[in-house]
């Protein structure tokens, strides 16, 4: 099953995936080993300010771009990623279709209740940096 939301993704996630079992290093130390790189495919978009839960980002850079949404390729974060977290992301300017580099700095939200994340992909919420 795919998202519904996939035909309208317009940023790409590019995550260090780390394993889940600890290995020792060269130096002795234990230490989560890196399985690579892995691309999300997410649609994200401005939240809507007559959201009853919208909460403004005091404090945050004044270029930042606040964005919700949800993963559509795939639909879950492996266990391996946990958030809150920063990662890097390629985003499609909507007026010009240009990539655009920067970070998106994600926020943890539990699941629906109801497992609408099944249809929908996980819910992603935070805000974009450019780089």
Not at 69 to 80: H, K
Request: proline share 7%; hydrophobic share 35%.
């Amino acid at each position: 099953m795919s998202s519904p939301f996939l035909p309208y993704h317009n940023a790409t996630l590019s995550i260090e995936v780390k394993g889940t079992d600890l290995v020792e290093d060269e130096l002795g130390n234990w230490i989560l080993p890196s399985l690579g790189t892995q691309e999300f495919k997410v649609f994200l978009k401005s939240p809507s300010k007559d959201d009853y839960n919208y909460i403004s980002r005091q404090g945050v850079d004044q270029g930042a771009v606040e964005l919700e949404g949800y993963l559509v390729e795939p639909m879950f974060f492996p266990d391996s990623i946990r958030l809150p977290g920063k990662f890097s992301c390629v985003m499609k300017n909507a007026s010009t279709g240009a990539d655009v580099s920067g970070v998106l700095h994600l926020e943890y939200l539990p699941g629906s209740a109801v497992g609408a994340d099944a249809i929908t992909g996980q819910p992603v919420k935070g805000y974009f940096l450019v780089k």
